[in-house]
């Protein structure tokens, strides 16, 4: 049996910069052992523990697409002790991986049908995950529509913004990106994610909505995707929880008898009507 | 099942010779603080207590636990020993609510994918001994919620007090397998033995305590948003006493210690202290010591019936005794048993 606390050793190959503020950094990992990342199998929506040696640990979600045979990505937002411990390290530092834990986006059920993503902010890492992954030619005609609405306050606050050049070349994909307020120099969307859901209006027809984004976004979200037509059973959320061990065992990301870190972290927007409301 | 007995004075004698292949933790008594320790000789060892202030839990799951240690070089990280090496243990002296304490734990700690090993193995590796128990306090309540003072969940044997003897109750094989290390212990009379199921009547009676856990669970699935926990909270002063004390509680943090030559520990947790959940962005989902109250009673209650169909609570009163403010968790499951839901 294998322990489950012991991380495996990666080595920070790349380091990106996401964002103007500088708080926000794309980290590219290589894993020493090649078995290990070979071994290292994952699914769209997934995390890992990483681990600074001397700060500590903490989850973040994958953000590189489960196509990226050769590399993972995080996309860490300097918050805590160990965010920061992490901003800190250069290209070439060891550091630990645990994982991949969690339940992931149910890819599955998406197959065969349109897929509307909603992202707001830095929440957008695992949706990129997903975005990556659908456009993959060896995964998008599995998929039907493309429908992306990702919104940051300012353009100096999107993330991926290499990505998103390289998907509004497409035309299998409907992207539309937005910020809060105009700024000179921006010919994009302008205006909140919600009302901008509401305005590219994706049909809840043969549809599944996958959202990720700070609670003020996904509460006036919700409603426009009911608005739409969308059922609660066909609209997935990704929880936030403060979490230690990522396995169900150090006890403090349970939303009543469910653990965020196992169970979750996606949840169907049904199973959460029933779920207490403490997230 | 097997009986045997052994005089008082011949305790130190049977301990020193368990500890010639065993590491032995045993209760030790330090001025009036009663808490299990490891002991070298039979004469360290102290069984006149009611109960232990601190729980058996922290032998199997010590409050500070080496998860691995690391070295960070100019080469690299080297990653060393996971775990201490294995080692044959005997833990002597537990009340039968804290042998059934072990029985909730293992059922936690192997559930889902990923097993703990770290508890797993030091319990595999361990023979329990329990000591009934012929006086239990008046905040004892293990009758109410599956246990009994001569309860035999979670021990391999039974030390039974009965005046200047303790007979020995063969529960497992493994209990059974020490006693062969033993030779020299003698089989119990009949007379002896009848003593003891007298004697454990003696103590249920003895347990005045009656909380109706029966149907609490069910209520509680209706009882998150209720007024009761605006309450019942109030005098609280999480301090989390309640949770490092109570034998069934498990939640941990992981950290780092030092940062060329360290090693990543365990601590004990509190789902009392407000940064339990606190966020990175700030937010917190449990904000108040309403909703920390709350998931206490519920995880304990309702949560751990749900995935592992147990209360997590034994009764041996602890949270109730060792409260800087008197709150007793008999009081709140009652609360909650009586109200019209």
Not at chain 1, 77 to 85: P, Y
Not at chain 2, 69 to 74: D, E, I, M, P, S
Not at chain 2, 111 to 131: A, F, H, P
Not at chain 2, 265 to 272: A, E, G, L, T, Y
Request: proline content about 5%.
């Amino acid at each position: 049996m294998s322990n489950p606390y012991i991380p495996n050793l990666a080595v920070i190959r790349r380091v990106i910069t996401e964002n103007e503020v500088n708080d926000i950094k794309t980290f590219e990992l290589v894993f020493q052992d090649p078995e290990a990342m070979k071994n290292f199998k994952y699914r769209c929506g997934q995390f890992a523990e990483i681990s600074v040696f001397g700060a500590g640990e903490c989850p973040i979600g994958i953000a590189s697409s489960p196509m990226d045979e050769d590399y993972i990505q995080f996309t860490v937002k300097k918050v805590g002790v160990v965010t920061t411990a992490l901003h800190n390290c250069e290209e070439g530092t060891v550091v630990g991986v645990r994982g991949p834990f969690g339940n992931g986006f149910p890819m599955e059920m998406m197959e065969g049908r349109n897929v509307v993503i909603v992202g707001g902010g830095f929440a957008f890492t695992t949706l990129r995950s997903l975005t990556k992954f659908i456009l993959h030619e060896a995964n998008r005609d599995r998929f039907k529509d493309v429908t992306v609405i990702y919104g940051a306050r300012n353009p100096g606050e999107l993330s991926y913004k290499y990505d998103l050049e390289a998907w509004g070349k497409r035309d299998d994909i409907n992207l539309n990106v937005t910020i809060d307020i105009a700024v000179p120099g921006w010919t994009g969307l302008v205006g909140f994610v919600p009302a901008v859901t509401k305005q590219v209006a994706p049909s809840s027809e043969n549809a599944i909505a996958v959202v990720c984004g700070p609670p003020i976004m996904i509460k006036f979200t919700l409603p426009v995707l009911n608005e739409l037509g969308f059922p609660p059973e066909d609209i997935f959320l990704s929880l936030e929880m403060r979490m230690k061990c990522g396995i169900g065992k150090c006890g403090r990301c349970n939303v009543g008898d469910k653990f965020v870190c196992k169970d979750g972290p996606v949840f169907a927007y049904k199973e959460l009507q029933i779920m207490p409301k403490e997230y | 099942m097997k009986w045997k007995v052994v005089e008082k004075s011949k305790m130190p004698l049977l301990i020193e010779e368990l500890t010639k292949e065993h590491e032995v933790f045993a209760p030790v008594k330090k001025k009036s603080l009663v808490s299990f320790e490891r002991v070298s000789s039979g004469n360290e060892t102290y069984l006149d207590f009611q109960n232990t202030k601190t729980p058996p839990k922290e032998v199997f799951f010590p409050q500070t636990e080496i998860l691995f240690t690391y070295r960070v070089g100019k080469k690299g990280v080297e990653i060393g020993e996971a775990q201490a090496p294995k080692r044959k243990m005997v833990l002597l002296g537990v009340r039968p609510c804290d042998a059934r304490s072990f029985v909730l734990l293992d059922k936690f700690f192997s559930s889902g994918e990923n097993k703990d090993l770290y508890y797993l193995e030091k319990r595999k590796n361990t023979t329990t001994i329990g000591l009934a128990c012929n006086h239990p306090l008046s905040t004892c309540f293990c009758t109410s919620i599956g246990g009994s003072p001569f309860g035999k969940e979670g021990v391999d044997l039974l030390l039974q007090n009965i005046n200047d003897k303790y007979l020995i109750e063969t529960v497992t094989e493994k209990g059974e397998k020490l006693i062969e290390k033993l030779p020299w212990l003698k089989d119990a009379e009949k007379a002896d033995i009848e003593k003891t199921k007298r004697l454990s009547e003696d103590a249920e009676k003895a347990i005045r305590s009656k909380v109706s856990v029966k149907g609490v669970s069910e209520k509680l699935d209706r009882m998150f948003d209720d007024p009761v926990w605006d309450h019942i909270h109030q005098k609280c002063l999480g301090c989390g006493v309640c949770t490092f004390l109570c034998p069934t509680c498990y939640c941990f943090d992981i950290l780092d210690e030092e940062t060329e030559e360290g090693k990543r520990v365990r601590i004990w947790d509190s789902c009392q202290f407000p940064c339990f959940t606190l966020q990175g962005s700030g937010h917190n989902p449990r904000p108040s010591g309403k909703e920390r109250m709350r998931q206490r009673i519920m995880h304990k209650f309702n949560y751990s019936v749900k995935n592992f169909g147990e209360n997590f609570c034994v009764g041996c009163g602890r949270c109730v005794r060792e409260c800087p403010v008197n709150l007793d968790i008999r009081e709140t499951v009652e609360k909650i048993s009586t109200r019209q839901v």
